[in-house]
């Protein structure tokens, strides 16, 4: 029960299988989890990795299916008697191209990018142990999303008082506003990833103060980490970064080192924490 893992979400391809990579070749000290949604898929990462001398376990997750989260914290719990290592990576954009009206977008997006995130937050995040480390994938996006609201909403998302809820009943206010295009007048962006991200930003910010409250004695950092543009399936082949080169600040982050206090509940880029 004592075993160290870490396990990263939508893991079988991309910078989430870059993480799992640049754990490996770290020499985490335990096992390295490549949870997918596609068991096919997920099982396929896990023998390539294989071949390149790598050692993964493969367990499904579809982050949007809360049965299919509780049966990723039974298996923690039962296995490791909870998490070491919590990487949130697992999310989704539609393309430029898109032909879906805006509003699908937005609520498509945000249900996966956050409250989907959210509900596997809510599952794991009392398992992680001790010494723990979180980091949950954001984006430069949510910087920029930020600047783009109205002062009062900006002032809503930056109060260091924010609770979960008032949170969540934000991000809906914004898929109502895009379900009946009043976004814009509303002080929304109008990117619903961006957006998305900016919803995740804010909630690290508050499960960060939230674990430093109810859990002050046991060294937890969870942080939101920028990978920047990277060539993925998600952003396309004219991105800078490969996804060895996005991964690196997820992975600074998620092996911080025993008795670290910083960062706590930061955006981090580039390794550098960032202003929000």
């Known amino acids: ?46 023998e390539d990795l294989k071949k390149e001398g790598h050692t993964a376990v493969f367990h499904q997750l579809d982050i949007t299916d809360p049965a299919s989260v509780q049966r990723v914290k039974d298996f923690l719990e039962k296995n490791y008697g909870g998490v070491d290592v919590l990487i949130n990576n697992a999310g989704i954009a539609f393309k430029a191209a898109a032909t879906e009206p805006f509003s699908e977008q937005v609520e498509v997006t945000l249900h996966t990018n956050f409250f989907s995130t959210l509900c596997v937050c809510r599952a794991l995040l009392p ?87 109810d859990r002050p004695g046991d060294g937890i950092l969870l942080n939101a980490g920028d990978p920047g543009w990277v060539r993925t399936d998600m952003a396309g082949p004219n991105a800078p970064k490969s996804p060895e080169e996005g991964a690196q600040t997820l992975l600074y982050l998620a092996l911080l080192p025993p008795g670290a206090t910083a960062p706590h509940g930061e955006l981090v880029s580039e390794k550098k924490v960032q202003e929000w």
């Open 1 to 46: 029960m004592s075993k160290k893992v870490a396990l990263v979400t939508g893991a079988n391809k991309g910078i989430g299988l870059a993480i799992v990579k640049g754990l490996c070749e770290a020499r985490y000290p335990g096992d390295v989890i490549v949870a997918a949604r596609s068991e096919a898929l997920g099982k396929a990462a896990v």
């Open 127 to 213: 398992l992680v142990k001790p010494q723990g480390r979180v980091v949950n994938v954001s984006s430069f996006t949510s910087s920029q999303a930020l600047a783009q609201c109205s002062p009062a909403l900006q002032a809503r998302f930056r109060d260091p008082a924010l609770s979960e809820a008032e949170l969540c009943a934000l991000m809906q206010d914004f898929v109502s506003a895009a379900r009946t295009g009043t976004h814009r007048e509303l002080g929304w962006p109008s990117s619903g990833y961006a957006t998305s991200k900016l919803g995740l930003t804010a909630l690290t910010r508050v499960q960060a103060r939230q674990l430093s409250q």
